[in-house]
């Protein structure tokens, strides 16, 4: 993002050497940290982990789209959930009944 790093731990209320410890592995950042980093550097908190801990890696070797709709349907209250599962039974079984003919 163009910052020293004096400037973003200023940005990011911590020290010049803790922000240099954290980028070095010696520190973990905490919440709070984590928080202003992502909001200064416009990554999101799920940046900052490795891959494994990321939502859409633990959906393995899900296709795309699939992928996708998990990820939005995870974000819907209950109730919701029960109505995109009610459209993709209709879905399939129209696109089953396509299919017969």
Do not use: C, W
């Not at 992928?67 to 819907?76: T, V």
Request: charged share 30%.
């Amino acid at each position: 993002m163009g910052f020293s790093q004096r400037e973003l731990a200023t940005k990011i209320y911590r020290r010049q050497t803790s922000l240099s410890d954290m980028e070095k592995g010696k520190m973990e950042p905490n919440a709070s940290t984590l928080t202003f980093l992502s909001y200064h550097l416009n990554k999101p908190i799920s940046y900052f982990f490795p891959d494994r801990y990321k939502p859409e890696s633990m959906l393995g070797d899900l296709f795309d789209p699939v992928k996708e709709i998990f990820l939005y349907a995870k974000q819907l209250d209950k109730s919701d959930q029960v109505r995109i599962i009610a459209q993709l039974r209709a879905l399939t079984n129209l696109d089953l009944d396509l299919r017969k003919k």
